[in-house]
């Protein structure tokens, strides 16, 4: 009798510590499958819209001169795209927008899903539009603070091979040759750059960020920028999109159609309502770049405001807007699906992965007390 006590105390107080590791160290299948389900949407419905997201990024930076707007309109800048660069082209910056996106998503959903519960007190109160703003808000703000090195650096790399015009005053002609229509010879073009291929990969491009803006803290342009704009979009689009869930897709009506018509919805209220955020943003990002030349530096977000009212008027705040519109549609829309779609399975899938590594850390516990 004795015996067996004794040689089962180790068995179990083994399997216990290694459950109490285990715990520990891991989340809870539901914490993670909102990771995984998240970071699923968000790079299936950033590379579904690519070629739109580096447009509309050109579209937002490009000088606006009187005498050449190299892309201009949305068709005929993805012709320009494809005769310039062909299918790398569209892709250019959508691997590090992938990689950026992918623990982005997966903290923003994961951040309103757990906030929705701390205001709710799991459920015991009713979440209502406040409350869903609140938890959309703060979940935007902790994703773009976790995520911001690779999206400045997506976005230098969408802008390093595209054909925008160096500006007059930045131009290297000074002559009657100035009035003439810039040619590979003035624009940033893929032939004609200022980067090495080197500086046009992932790492490349961040190394020259640090070495020639001031450190890490040219990672981080823009920053402040960036969370008051995204704070407002965040949490208008998931507190538009429940409440058109709530009124498109009643119990019994959960078709796809009507799932993508939420998300689509959802998506181009919060961007068009935000819009001049995103503009202000891609001007900080860029406005350090030593051999931009892209227009004015700016020392501010404020002053950036002030001086695209001042120079182009209040259309200024909303350029690249159309081809935004575009994306933002079938990308959200494809973001909130995939969540749904992929959130159950995940957490299934968790679930069993847990399981799984219980029963091996008791076999483990089992061997070593024989």
């Known amino acids: 009798m004795s015996t067996s006590s004794v040689s089962s105390s180790p068995l179990s107080s083994s399997s216990t510590q290694s459950k109490g590791l285990l715990s520990s160290l891991i989340v809870s299948p539901e914490v993670a499958s909102y990771f995984i389900a998240g970071g699923c949407a968000g790079a299936a419905s950033r590379t579904i819209v690519s070629p739109l997201e580096?447009?509309?990024?050109?579209?937002?930076?490009?000088?606006?001169?009187?005498?050449?707007?190299?892309?201009?309109g949305v068709w005929r800048s993805l012709v320009r795209m494809w005769k310039e660069e062909g299918f790398r082209g569209y892709m250019r910056g959508n691997g590090i927008n992938c990689l950026r996106i992918v623990p982005y998503s997966a903290v923003q959903f994961t951040t309103y899903e757990e906030l929705k519960k701390f205001f709710t007190k799991h459920g015991s109160k009713e979440l209502d539009t406040p409350k869903r703003l609140a938890s959309g808000a703060l979940a935007g703000i902790t994703s773009v603070c976790t995520t911001y090195p690779l999206d400045i650096v997506r976005a230098r790399l969408s802008i390093a091979t595209a054909s925008i015009p160096i500006?007059?005053?930045?131009?290297?002609?000074?002559?009657?040759?100035?009035?003439?229509?810039?040619?590979?010879?003035?624009?940033f073009h893929t032939s004609s750059h200022p980067y090495t291929s080197q500086e046009l990969t992932m790492w490349g491009m961040t190394?020259?960020?640090?070495?020639?803006?001031?450190?890490?803290?040219?990672?981080?342009?823009?920053?402040?920028?960036?969370?008051?704009?995204?704070?407002?979009y965040v949490g208008i689009n998931f507190a538009a999109y429940e409440l058109l869930?709530?009124?498109?897709?009643?119990?019994?009506?959960?078709?796809?159609?009507?799932?993508?018509?939420?998300?689509?919805?959802a998506g181009s209220i919060s961007q068009t309502l935000?819009?001049?955020?995103?503009?202000?943003?891609?001007?900080?990002?860029?406005?350090?770049?030593?051999?931009?030349?892209?227009?004015?530096?700016?020392?501010?977000?404020?002053?950036?405001?002030?001086?695209?009212?001042?120079?182009?008027?209040?259309?200024?705040?909303?350029?690249?807007?159309?081809?935004?519109?575009?994306?933002?549609?079938?990308?959200?829309?494809?973001?909130?699906f995939t969540y749904e779609l992929v959130a159950c399975p995940a957490r299934w899938a968790v679930v069993v992965a847990l399981n799984v590594q219980e029963y091996i850390i008791l076999l483990i516990s089992t061997a070593r007390t024989f």
């Open 274 to 336: 935000t819009y001049p955020f995103d503009v202000l943003r891609r001007k900080m990002q860029v406005t350090g770049m030593k051999s931009s030349a892209l227009g004015v530096k700016y020392t501010g977000a404020l002053d950036a405001l002030v001086g695209i009212v001042r120079t182009e008027g209040i259309q200024g705040l909303y350029r690249g807007l159309w081809p935004n519109l575009l994306k933002v549609a079938p990308s959200i829309a494809t973001s909130f």
């Open 245 to 265: 869930r709530g009124i498109i897709t009643p119990p019994g009506q959960n078709s796809v159609t009507r799932k993508l018509t939420c998300g689509a919805l």
């Open 207 to 232: 190394m020259k960020i640090v070495r020639e803006e001031g450190g890490i803290r040219g990672l981080y342009r823009g920053l402040v920028a960036t969370a008051f704009g995204v704070a407002p």
């Open 167 to 187: 500006t007059k005053s930045q131009s290297p002609i000074t002559n009657s040759t100035s009035n003439l229509k810039p040619s590979t010879q003035n624009t």
């Open 54 to 72: 580096r447009l509309k990024i050109i579209q937002q930076v490009q000088p606006r001169t009187s005498d050449a707007q190299p892309y201009k």
